[in-house]
C-alpha cells in the first residue's frame, strides 16, 4: 500500500485523494501542484482505474516522462497503455485514427515553421498579382494571422485588426490566400502544427459517435499547467471528458505566460465556476528567504496567494549590479564555478533570460572556462545562419583553404551558381588570394565580396574586420535573406563587439570554434555522465526547478521586452518574471546594469529610458546587494 498521507501535506492530501469530477488546484509555485498530479495517478491506479483510462496532458514531452517515471515509481505499476504527452502529440495520435473523416490520410506529414512558410509562400504568390505584392502581408505575417485565428477562435477580420489593422483593407485577398494554403496542405497531405489542434476539435465536435467512443474511454483526464492551455485545447478537454466528467486541472493564473500564443487564463475562471476548488498554500521548492521575496513581487491582477515556506537557508536572494553585459556574463561564469568547487553539480544550475541572444555573451564565457552546458532553447549563437555567414567570412579572410566557408559565402552573390561557386573555390583554394586576378566575373556582389576580402588584409582586429563585410555588402544583403533581419542585425552588431576584444581574428576564431568543438565531443555522452549547465529562457522554464538560478540582464528593455515597453503589454511581463524567480531553490541571483541596458536598440532610445524596471519592485530589505564590474 502507498502511504499517500506521509507523502503528500494535508491540503496535497485531500486534492489528490478526495477529488472527482470536475477539479482545480489553484496554488502557487513550488507547491506541489505537479506532485499532486503525479500522486493522483498513483492513486487512480491503486483504486483499480487502468493506465489506458488515464490521459495526462502536460506541456512538455520531457515533462510527460518524468512525471511517468515518478508515477510508476510510486504506483509499483508499469503504467503501461497510459495516454501521456503535450497537446500536440495527443491531437497528431488522434488525427492518424480518426483524419480520415476530414479528408487526412493517416500518413499524414507535418510541417514544420520553414515548410509551412513554404507553402504559405506559394499560396500567396498563386492570389495576389504581382503589383498587390507589397501592400499585402508577407508569407510570415500572414502565418501569424492564420495561427491567431486558429488559437483563439476569432473571425479572420478580427487577427487582421489585432496583428495590424493597415491589413484590414485586404482583408477579401487575405482570405483567398489562407483558403488556398488550405487546399495547398490538403494536397500534400499534410498539416501545420495549429491544425493538429483545430482537426481534432472540429471532429470531437462535430461526430457525435467518435467523440462518445473516446470520451467513454477516458475516466479521467488529467492536466498541468492549465492556465496556459487556449480555448481550444480548453475545448478538446472538455470533449474528452464529456462522460465521465472527471478532469482535473492544476494551474497557477499568476504563471499564465503564454498569451502570445492565444492562452487565457480565463479558463482558470471559466472552470471555477463549475469545479471543486483546492488550494495548497505550502511552497517546498525555496528557501524562506526567497518566499519573501516571491510573495513580495505576485504579479497584479493575479488571485491572491501567500505561501509558506518550509526551510530557510539564511541567504537572501541577490540583487547584483553589474557594469554592463559582458561584466555579466564573466560574473556568472565566475559564480558558477565557485559553486562547482564548493561540489553544487552542474546539473543543479541554470541561467535564465528573457530572450535568448541575452544569452550569447555568456556562451562564450563559459566556453572559453571550459563550463559545460546546454540550451533549452534557440540555436547556439555560432549555428544562426547570420552569423555563420560573418564568420564563413573571417575564416577565408585568414585561411583561404576553407573551401566549405568560400561555398557558403559566395552563395550570398547574385549571379553566382552552384558551378561557378564550385570552380571559384576551387581556385581560391588552391591558390590564394592572387586567384581573384585571374576570376573574371560580372556579379557586382562577387566583386564586392572580393574588394572587402582584399580590403580586410590590412585590418587587425577581428571586429574591425567583420564591420566592413557588415557595413559595405552583408547589412544589405540581409534585408533580401531574412524576414528578421533587423533582430539578426542587432546580433551581429553584437558579434562584432565581442570580436574586437580579441587581438587578431585567429585568437577570436579559435576562442568561438573551441566552443564548437567542446560541443561536438560532448556528443553521444548521456546527461549523467557529463554535468551541464541549463541556459534557457524564462518560456522554457515552465515548472522547473534548480538549487541555484541566475536571471540575467533585468533591464528595462531587455526584461521587461522591449516590445512589451513600446505596446504597454506589461502584465505578462510581470508573470514571466514571477516564473523566473520562482524557479529557485536555495540561491537566487537576480542581475541588471548599472546605465540599464547596454544592448541596442534601434530607436527605442527614449523608451527604455523611460521603460519599467522590475528592480524598482524589488523590497530593498529582501535581497543582499552586490555591485560587480567596472567594464571593459
Ligand atoms: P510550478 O508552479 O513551478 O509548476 P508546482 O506547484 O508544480 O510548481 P512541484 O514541482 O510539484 O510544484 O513541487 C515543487 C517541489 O516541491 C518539488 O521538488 C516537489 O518534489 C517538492 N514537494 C512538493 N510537495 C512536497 C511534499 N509534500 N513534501 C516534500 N516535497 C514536496
Ligand atoms: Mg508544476
Redesign the pocket.
Known sequence: MIDFKA???EE?YEAVVNSKGKTLVI??????????ITYKIAHLISSGVKPSEILLVTFTKAAAKEMLQRAKLVSRSTLEGITAGTFHHICNSFLRKYGTIIGLKPNFTILDSEDAKDVMESARSQIIPKSESKTVPNAKQLLIINSYMNNTLCSLREAIAKYNPRYLEQEKLIEQILIKYQQEKMQQNSVDYDDLLINTLQILSTNKAIRLKESSRYKWILV??FQDTNIVQFQIVNLLSEVHKNLMV?G?DA?SIYSFRGARFENVLDFQKEAKIFKIQTN??SSQEIVNLINEMLPKNSIHKTLRATRSTGVKPFLVQVFDHYDEADFVANEILNYNKQGVSLNDIAVLYRAHSHSLELQLELSKHGIPFKLYSGLRFTETAHVKDCLAFLKVSVNYEEKISWIRLLKLAKGIGKIKSNNISEKLTSKGLDAFNEIKEKSSDFNKIKEIILKSQEIKNPGERIKIFFEKFYEEKMEEIFDDARDRKEDIVRLIEMASFYETPENFLSDILVSENYEIAQEGKSDKETEKVTLTTVHQA??L?WKVVFILSVNPGDFPHIMSLRDGALDEEERLFYVAI??AKDFLYIIYSAGGSSRIFYGNDYIIKRGKSFIDDIPFHLVEHLEYGVGK
Open positions: 507523502e503528500l501535506d496535497q496554488a502557487g509555485p513550488g507547491s506541489g501542484k505537479t506532485r499532486v498541468d499547467e492544476v497557477d504563471q517546498y521548492r515552465k515548472g526547478e520562482t524557479r
